[in-house]
């Protein structure tokens, strides 16, 4: 190297204090500056975060006055934003390799090789990554062509983004099937002539040396980039840019998408725990809970009192869409049996003062009543505190919110996820006992956030992996599935 030349390793962070020439930039790394070639990096997606362990740390944050005036140069900023633009389309480009790769070196090998592999199991493994690669050939297409070759920085993709915004939940199915697919490899990864079919489809497919699990986390990888790679395009885009409105859309409309996913896959974990709840109650009735609900709101005992002013105690469970009424066992306090439901769609909720009900006749104490829009149908309620009665009044109104934003936001669960969820419980159950496992306790009470505030968003201080993470973010569990494998003394 020459003196002027910048040293550094595979993994290195170099801080750019000059980008205005195309193919040699001034950089600093291990506090050294010097001249580096543009082409043996690749631009970090978010010059925001800091790199734990990193030589170098970003220009933004420590960055010189004379480093800042350079790059805040017209030239530097836009040499920048071709360099973003350049980073999305070859990145574009090598994803559809990567899907191209997998769809006829593995997926079109394993349907010649019926011996070895059912029809279940590739849809298990693979999923709907063929329909994805349709989809992204699709929108490639259309990169293609609002790409300027010749100045990239004059590139207008924003529009390319929206116009595909809503095929791009098609990755919902994916990342939702991904741990199954997973699971389903390394099952038969366990056995030596799957190890060697898979290694000979990569050598046929001339393939890089990844495993077989590697490429088929690329797409779970890939939609959570998106958002990344807009936000650090709108970053180097000027507002007079005639592409800045359509980015800065983009990138709310790809964050909009993330969000979505991650609705989607907290909803499917949650089906799971609701048929498994639903099996186990004694003398179940009517359409199973997943027809129409997805989500707890909210449980606990109530006192139902009824047309002729009988008091019944009852544990009831808020889901989505309707109210669950439950008796407990007299003596195994664990065991619940069905009651009935509520259609909540169908109620309004109101509101009582302490005092005397007409149409019940005793003096009620922290009651309040679910009435029927169009019938005469009726529930009186009372609880035994009055901030029992608050929170469940407060767990009403999640309830319609929730639902609301459910609608927004275009949430259904498939009835092919409904119906394994519920084949998945009664598997579960077959040879246990009849009864719940444990009464759950009603969940400490979590006002539900409106729906622009349950966006996930791209906080500047978190490393690029902890964000738009597709898993439930983890948070304190809820006592009402605490105790749901706990408490059941009696179980053999």
């Given at each position: 190297?020459?003196?002027?030349?910048?040293?550094?390793?595979?993994?290195?962070?170099?801080?750019?204090?000059?980008?205005?020439?195309?193919?040699?930039?001034?950089?600093?790394?291990?506090?050294?500056?010097?001249?580096?070639?543009?082409?043996?990096?690749?631009?970090?997606?978010?010059?925001?975060?800091?790199?734990?362990?990193?030589?170098?740390?970003?220009?933004?944050?420590?960055?010189?006055?004379?480093?800042?005036?350079?790059?805040?140069?017209?030239?530097?900023?836009?040499?920048?934003?071709?360099?973003?633009?350049?980073?999305?389309?070859?990145?574009?480009?090598?994803?559809?390799?990567?899907?191209?790769?997998?769809?006829?070196?593995?997926?079109?090998?394993?349907?010649?090789?019926?011996?070895?592999?059912?029809?279940?199991?590739?849809?298990?493994?693979?999923?709907?990554?063929?329909?994805?690669?349709?989809?992204?050939?699709?929108?490639?297409?259309?990169?293609?062509?609002?790409?300027?070759?010749?100045?990239?920085?004059?590139?207008?993709?924003?529009?390319?983004?929206?116009?595909?915004?809503?095929?791009?939940?098609?990755?919902?199915?994916?990342?939702?099937?991904?741990?199954?697919?997973?699971?389903?490899?390394?099952?038969?990864?366990?056995?030596?002539?799957?190890?060697?079919?898979?290694?000979?489809?990569?050598?046929?497919?001339?393939?890089?040396?990844?495993?077989?699990?590697?490429?088929?986390?690329?797409?779970?990888?890939?939609?959570?980039?998106?958002?990344?790679?807009?936000?650090?395009?709108?970053?180097?885009?000027?507002?007079?840019?005639?592409?800045?409105?359509?980015?800065?859309?983009?990138?709310?409309?790809?964050?909009?998408?993330?969000?979505?996913?991650?609705?989607?896959?907290?909803?499917?974990?949650?089906?799971?725990?609701?048929?498994?709840?639903?099996?186990?109650?004694?003398?179940?009735?009517?359409?199973?809970?997943?027809?129409?609900?997805?989500?707890?709101?909210?449980?606990?005992?109530?006192?139902?009192?009824?047309?002729?002013?009988?008091?019944?105690?009852?544990?009831?469970?808020?889901?989505?869409?309707?109210?669950?009424?439950?008796?407990?066992?007299?003596?195994?306090?664990?065991?619940?049996?069905?009651?009935?439901?509520?259609?909540?769609?169908?109620?309004?909720?109101v509101d009582l003062e302490d005092g005397r009900d007409g149409a019940r006749g005793p003096g009620l104490r922290n009651?309040?009543?679910?009435?029927?829009?169009?019938?005469?149908?009726?529930?009186?309620?009372?609880a035994r505190k009055p901030e029992d009665k608050a929170r469940w009044l407060q767990a009403f109104r999640d309830e319609?919110?929730?639902?609301?934003?459910?609608?927004?936001?275009?949430?259904?669960?498939?009835?092919?996820?409904?119906?394994?969820?519920?084949?998945?419980?009664?598997?579960?159950?077959?040879?246990?006992?009849?009864?719940?496992?444990?009464?759950?306790?009603?969940?400490?009470?979590?006002?539900?956030?409106?729906?622009?505030?349950?966006?996930?968003?791209?906080?500047?201080?978190?490393?690029?992996?902890?964000?738009?993470?597709?898993?439930?973010?983890?948070?304190?569990?809820?006592?009402?599935?605490?105790?749901?494998?706990?408490?059941?003394?009696?179980?053999?």
């Amino acid at each position: 190297m020459d003196e002027q030349e910048l040293g550094f390793k595979a993994g290195d962070v170099i801080q750019v204090l000059e980008a205005s020439h195309k193919d040699w930039w001034w950089g600093r790394s291990a506090d050294r500056e010097a001249w580096f070639p543009a082409s043996f990096v690749r631009l970090r997606v978010n010059q925001e975060e800091l790199s734990e362990g990193s030589s170098g740390s970003p220009g933004e944050e420590q960055e010189e006055d004379t480093g800042r005036a350079r790059h805040k140069h017209p030239e530097s900023k836009q040499q920048m934003r071709a360099n973003v633009v350049q980073e999305i389309m070859d990145t574009e480009r090598v994803y559809i390799k990567h899907l191209r790769d997998i769809c006829e070196g593995y997926i079109r090998q394993c349907r010649k090789h019926t011996a070895m592999f059912s029809v279940a199991q590739l849809a298990t493994i693979f999923g709907n990554i063929e329909d994805i690669y349709r989809f992204q050939r699709k929108f490639l297409k259309d990169l293609e062509k609002q790409y300027n070759k010749e100045e990239p920085h004059l590139s207008e993709i924003g529009s390319c983004f929206l116009q595909h915004q809503e095929g791009f939940a098609i990755y919902s199915e994916y990342c939702n099937n991904h741990p199954g697919a997973c699971a389903e490899l390394a099952g038969l990864m366990q056995q030596r002539r799957y190890r060697h079919f898979f290694e000979a489809c990569r050598l046929l497919q001339q393939m890089i040396d990844i495993a077989l699990d590697g490429f088929l986390l690329t797409p779970v990888q890939k939609i959570c980039k998106y958002p990344l790679q807009l936000a650090e395009l709108l970053k180097y885009t000027a507002p007079e840019h005639s592409d800045y409105d359509n980015i800065k859309a983009a990138y709310e409309a790809m964050k909009n998408v993330a969000c979505l996913i991650n609705e989607r896959k907290r909803k499917l974990e949650s089906i799971d725990k609701i048929a498994r709840w639903q099996v186990s109650i004694v003398g179940w009735e009517g359409q199973d809970l997943l027809e129409r609900s997805s989500e707890l709101i909210h449980s606990g005992e109530l006192t139902s009192v009824t047309r002729q002013g009988k008091s019944q105690q009852r544990t009831f469970f808020l889901f989505d869409h309707q109210l669950v009424f439950c008796k407990k066992d007299l003596l195994r306090r664990d065991v619940l049996y069905y009651r009935g439901r509520a259609d909540t769609d169908a109620m309004e909720l109101v509101d009582l003062e302490d005092g005397r009900d007409g149409a019940r006749g005793p003096g009620l104490r922290n009651a309040f009543r679910l009435a029927s829009r169009t019938g005469d149908e009726v529930h009186l309620f009372c609880a035994r505190k009055p901030e029992d009665k608050a929170r469940w009044l407060q767990a009403f109104r999640d309830e319609r919110r929730r639902v609301q934003e459910d609608r927004a936001l275009g949430m259904e669960i498939s009835e092919n996820q409904k119906k394994l969820a519920m084949l998945n419980a009664q598997k579960a159950a077959h040879g246990k006992s009849k009864g719940y496992g444990g009464c759950p306790a009603a969940p400490p009470l979590q006002s539900l956030r409106p729906i622009h505030q349950r966006h996930i968003t791209v906080p500047s201080s978190l490393p690029q992996q902890q964000v738009f993470a597709l898993a439930e973010p983890k948070r304190k569990p809820s006592l009402f599935w605490h105790t749901f494998n706990k408490l059941a003394p009696f179980r053999k």
